[in-house]
């Protein structure tokens, strides 16, 4: 099942030469995902030392990331953990291939299930799953639809590339238990699906900008962070269970880690809950710092007077 989506007005990459390309890497994510796991990790590793040299304003905000959130590490270890998330996150890409056509048979070989992931089956309050940004992040879609029946509702970010956008839809919806919510309808419709018997996936850890949200602590720099999370929570008296996903080296296979939930959340106190969630994600981060999405500029919005943390 799909949100109600609009198409909005073409741009540069709708043109003949866009959607030629459009075309190229779809039908490369097909091709891909025919390969066992291990070639594709290899050569997402191979990716990912490649992005790693040629994507220097990437390189530089994950390099600055990590500083601010690691200062006790020496420039050399933080060096060497963005090396290694760049050979994650080119692996990451790769195995799009997997999820977008991989049958469900294999999809569910590749997955190992730590936790109940059958919770919002056994429950009788709407459940969300709060699922930060690792890179493996784009598993825990599936593994959620196809390790329980109940249906689940994410926000959706409407892509600018029409094509590749259709495509990304369809590739998230196939599992036939997904509602796409496209952003711009806003929480009024996230809060229609929930009432309708929806689970509702939840990204709560990007800087989406001042609206909504507040500045939080995250591994001790002020983060702007959405209180939504937690407003959503108390008003439809929902279950929260962190999901997190786990790559395993050499493409041992993907390790979904279905939490308990978090007892007294939400509290009635929305930013407390935010500091509550940062604290358990730094704990989990530091698992696998590698892993953790250190390319977004987590900390790009900043309290009024303060400069920014990206500018050098």
């Not at 390309?21 to 995902?33: F, K, Q, R, V």
């Not at 020496?74 to 692996?91: D, I, K, P």
């Not at 395993?248 to 993907?254: R, S, V, W």
């Not at 390319?295 to 500018?311: D, I, N, Q, W």
């Amino acid at each position: 099942m799909g949100a109600h989506y609009r198409k909005g007005p073409k741009g540069p990459t709708d043109g003949w030469m866009g959607k030629l390309g459009t075309y190229a890497l779809i039908a490369l994510l097909w091709l891909l995902h025919w390969l066992p796991l291990r070639w594709l990790a290899a050569l997402g590793w191979g990716l990912g030392a490649l992005l790693h040299r040629v994507a220097g304003s990437r390189r530089r905000v994950a390099l600055r990331n990590v500083e601010l959130c690691f200062p006790e590490k020496s420039l050399a270890e933080r060096q060497a953990l963005v090396r290694e998330h760049f050979g994650w996150l080119g692996r990451s890409l790769l195995e799009r291939g997997l999820l977008w056509y991989a049958s469900d048979r294999r999809l569910l070989r590749l997955m190992r299930i730590e936790g109940n992931i059958k919770l919002s089956e056994q429950v009788d309050r709407p459940v969300m799953w709060l699922m930060p940004h690792f890179v493996g992040l784009d598993w825990i879609g599936p593994a959620l639809m196809l390790n329980q029946s109940r249906p689940g509702a994410s926000i959706y970010q409407r892509q600018s590339n029409a094509l590749f956008d259709e495509a990304l839809r369809k590739a998230r919806s196939r599992f036939g238990t997904t509602k796409l919510v496209d952003r711009q309808e806003g929480v009024r419709s996230i809060l229609r699906a929930i009432r309708d018997g929806y689970s509702f996936l939840n990204l709560p850890d990007m800087d989406f900008g001042p609206k909504d949200s507040a500045f939080v602590p995250f591994f001790g720099v002020p983060a702007n962070t959405l209180l939504a999370p937690a407003k959503i929570a108390e008003t439809m008296k929902m279950v929260v269970q962190p999901v997190i996903v786990t790559m395993l080296p050499k493409g041992e296979g993907i390790v979904i880690h279905a939490h308990e939930p978090l007892t007294g959340y939400p509290s009635g106190d929305v930013e407390a809950d935010a500091l509550r969630f940062h604290r358990w994600l730094e704990d989990r981060i530091r698992e696998h710092p590698a892993q953790y999405f250190w390319v977004h500029k987590r900390f790009k919005t900043r309290p009024p007077g303060e400069p920014s943390l990206y500018s050098r």
